[in-house]
């Protein structure tokens, strides 16, 4: 039997429609939600994320800002304008758009970002919130992911999830989130002997590596459930994610396809994050 298909187009719709409903009730209560999104440079891919950006700030009524610099800013400018952002009450939210120059070093401009504001999730002390269960701003790819399985019926509480990637923006939240929602998790990577093996022990298997349908049917528990993070662009153009979903779709119980699954999720996630922030701005 084919896996059921989901389709995280769908949940984010949703979900931005319950944002909405609650930006309408904060903007009664007189706190807009704002966020400012800073991009370096011309890089083509960023100006498209950062146009996605404001453009769902503004479908959702929130207070939004984009600051365009030149790629020549120097560090110094950056960190200027960002500690201005920090102390500006209509801004909930300071994202900076990555990657950046070479010049500009981005541990320091990620840690120059005051916590509360810090939407991305990205700031040493967000990700020390998320590792000891404090109340953080969780990475918004991550935080997407599980959306997807809480939204569909899959919980992960006592379920055995496999994710396959490490890296500090997609594997490791992705672990630790599971693990707070009561999953028992393996972490695989490169260096794992045996991955199709590891694999195939998953009730619930997250991927993100960033190697094109890399995962075939064999890696695959009959009945899993298979979350593609991967976005990779083949040499004719097309998109397609870590997994082979072709293959795999007859295998698994439950499938994200690539484009149309967890990438939808994390704009969502980053207006989610922002709300949150501008409602605890009023306590
Ligand atoms: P990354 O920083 O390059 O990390 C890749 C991870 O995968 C590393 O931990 C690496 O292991 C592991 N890996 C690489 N090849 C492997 C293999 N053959 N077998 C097992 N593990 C392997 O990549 P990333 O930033 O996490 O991104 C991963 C993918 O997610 C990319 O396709 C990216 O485009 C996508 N992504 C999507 C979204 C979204 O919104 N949908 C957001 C972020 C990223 P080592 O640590 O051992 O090197």
């Not at 704002?34 to 146009?51: K, N, T």
């Not at 404001?54 to 560090?75: H, M």
């Not at 991955?195 to 528990?221: F, H, T």
């Amino acid at each position: 039997m084919s896996a059921q298909i989901i389709f995280g187009k769908q949940i984010s719709d949703s979900i931005r429609e319950e944002l909405r409903m609650e930006a309408d009730r904060l903007k009664a209560e007189g706190v807009t939600p704002g966020l400012v999104v800073i991009i370096v440079g011309e890089d083509p891919a960023s100006q498209v994320y950062v146009r996605n950006k404001a453009k769902a700030c503004e479908d959702l009524g929130y207070y939004s800002e984009v600051v365009r610099l030149p790629a020549d800013t120097t560090q110094e400018a950056l960190l200027a304008l960002i500690g201005e952002y920090n102390g500006n009450g209509a801004v909930h939210g300071i994202l900076v758009q990555l990657p950046l120059p070479k010049h500009i070093e981005e541990k320091a401009i990620i840690d120059a970002i005051a916590v509360e504001k810090d939407v991305d999730g990205f700031h040493p002390e967000s990700v020390g919130n998320l590792m000891i269960g404090d109340d953080a701003l969780l990475p918004c790819t991550p935080s997407g992911v599980i959306e997807l399985l809480k939204r569909t019926g899959n919980s992960p509480a006592g379920k055995h999830a496999v994710v396959i990637g490490r890296s500090n923006i997609v594997g490791k939240p992705v672990a630790m989130l599971l693990l707070r929602e009561n999953a028992t998790v393996t972490i695989c990577h490169s260096r794992t002997p045996n991955i199709e093996e590891m694999a195939r022990q998953a009730d619930i298997l997250v991927v993100g590596v960033g190697v094109p349908k890399l995962v075939k049917k064999e890696w695959v528990k009959p009945g899993a459930v298979v979350i593609d993070v991967g976005v990779n662009r083949l040499p004719d153009g097309k998109l397609c994610g870590d997994v082979d979903y072709d293959d795999v779709v007859e295998t698994a119980g439950w499938i994200t396809p690539v484009p149309g699954g967890v990438g939808p999720m994390t704009i969502t996630m980053l207006m989610a994050n922002t709300l949150t922030s501008a409602k605890r701005s009023k306590k």
